[in-house]
């Protein structure tokens, strides 16, 4: 990776922590665990069309690990870090298929997987399907604020310069 | 890998992901106002990793608080007023237990997972 890649990946992951930390700030709407605007996700939207997967990866790892750290909450990175495990893994293939044009759909999709894979990591904690009766409510919500990050998304990956764009497409012709 | 999908017109592809999350988000909607009926129920117990450790009928419940120790150091206060039961203060670092405020319906039940503790309606 060469340092202007890393630079302009530093530079978005401290924009997503920034998001994540103005996030914090807003006074929850639904008092239900889970529920929530996911502002970080837009830069993650960003990076899944301009960069390569596992620079994605790297963005999306290091922003949900130092942003619990910020939130002080480390208990929540399990749920976190499965959520945004399965919203990366489904947006890089989605990705691939969904035009840089149907972003938010890209987006409202990985809200959606985020949503899921919090779900499954808190059925995994305590052991018991019960709290499987957030999905519906999570799906719903993540639905809404998926579209919103997305649109937010697609603005800024309108703005965002040439420069910020992936070398080469590595995948399509070799396999 | 992804072959199999390029054969596919793009509208193709787009038009499928809309319909299916079009379905998915009305279904959920759908589910999620029947979750959130009130509960007629007026039982209440407080779980933690299966074991029931109080049990309580609202009617007759006076108003009270008390907190519940774990061995880690950390604790729940309940408190029930008027019929209803809320977690009042939590030592976890989250405190989504306390923000999620009343217990109000029966398939959506105070969590506190950190201390894996469950207040629900009983049947």
Same mark, same amino acid.
């Given at each position: 990776?060469?340092?202007?890649?890393?630079?302009?990946?530093?530079?978005?992951?401290?924009?997503?922590?920034?998001?994540?930390?103005?996030?914090?700030?807003?006074? =929850?709407?639904?008092?239900?665990?889970?529920?929530?605007?996911?502002?970080a996700?837009i830069?993650?939207?960003?990076?899944?069309?301009r960069?390569?997967?596992?620079?994605?990866?790297? %963005?999306?790892?290091?922003?949900?690990?130092?942003?619990?750290?910020?939130?002080?909450?480390?208990?929540?990175?399990?749920?976190?870090?499965?959520?945004?495990?399965?919203?990366?893994?489904?947006?890089?293939?989605?990705?691939?298929? *969904?035009?840089?044009?149907?972003?938010?759909l890209?987006?409202?999709l990985?809200?959606?997987?985020?949503?899921?894979?919090? *779900?499954?990591?808190a059925v995994?904690?305590?052991?018991?399907?019960?709290?499987?009766?957030?999905?519906?409510?999570?799906m719903?919500?993540g639905?809404?604020a998926?579209?919103?990050?997305?649109?937010?998304?697609?603005?800024?990956?309108?703005?965002?310069?040439? =420069?910020?764009?992936?070398? =080469?497409?590595?995948?399509?012709?070799?396999s | 890998m992804?072959?199999?999908?390029?054969g596919?017109?793009?509208?193709?592809? /787009?038009t499928v992901?809309?319909?299916?999350?079009?379905?998915?988000?009305?279904? =959920?909607? *759908? %589910?999620?106002?029947?979750?959130?009926?009130?509960s007629?129920?007026h039982m209440?117990?407080?779980?933690?990793?299966?074991?029931?450790?109080y049990?309580?009928?609202?009617?007759?419940?006076?108003d009270?608080?008390?907190?519940i120790?774990y061995? /880690?150091?950390?604790? /729940?206060?309940?408190?029930?007023?008027?019929?209803?039961?809320?977690?009042?203060?939590?030592?976890?670092?989250?405190?989504?237990?306390?923000?999620?405020?009343?217990?109000?319906?029966?398939?959506?039940?105070?969590?506190c997972?950190? /201390?894996?503790?469950?207040?629900?309606?009983?049947?």
């Amino acid at each position: 990776m060469s340092v202007k890649r890393m630079t302009q990946l530093s530079l978005l992951t401290a924009a997503a922590l920034i998001l994540y930390v103005i996030e914090l700030q807003l006074p =929850s709407l639904v008092p239900i665990p889970g529920v929530k605007l996911g502002l970080a996700n837009i830069i993650t939207v960003v990076a899944v069309y301009r960069f390569r997967p596992y620079e994605a990866a790297i %963005l999306v790892a290091v922003r949900v690990i130092l942003g619990a750290f910020f939130a002080g909450n480390l208990s929540a990175l399990l749920f976190s870090g499965c959520g945004a495990a399965l919203c990366l893994c489904g947006m890089l293939l989605l990705g691939r298929v *969904i035009s840089v044009k149907y972003i938010p759909l890209c987006s409202v999709l990985g809200a959606m997987l985020h949503n899921a894979g919090q *779900i499954a990591a808190a059925v995994w904690v305590v052991q018991s399907t019960s709290v499987l009766v957030y999905l519906p409510i999570l799906m719903v919500t993540g639905g809404i604020a998926g579209l919103f990050t997305g649109l937010c998304a697609q603005a800024v990956e309108r703005r965002l310069p040439a =420069s910020y764009q992936r070398k =080469s497409c590595r995948s399509s012709k070799k396999s | 890998m992804l072959r199999l999908f390029t054969g596919m017109r793009d509208k193709t592809i /787009n038009t499928v992901l809309i319909f299916s999350v079009a379905v998915i988000f009305l279904v =959920s909607l *759908i %589910l999620s106002i029947f979750i959130l009926q009130p509960s007629q129920s007026h039982m209440v117990e407080i779980v933690q990793d299966d074991t029931v450790l109080y049990t309580f009928d609202m009617d007759q419940a006076e108003d009270q608080e008390f907190t519940i120790c774990y061995d /880690n150091g950390s604790s /729940n206060t309940i408190r029930i007023q008027n019929g209803k039961i809320c977690v009042a203060g939590a030592e976890c670092p989250d405190k989504t237990c306390v923000s999620m405020g009343e217990l109000y319906s029966k398939s959506l039940p105070i969590v506190c997972l950190p /201390n894996h503790l469950i207040i629900r309606f009983a049947d």
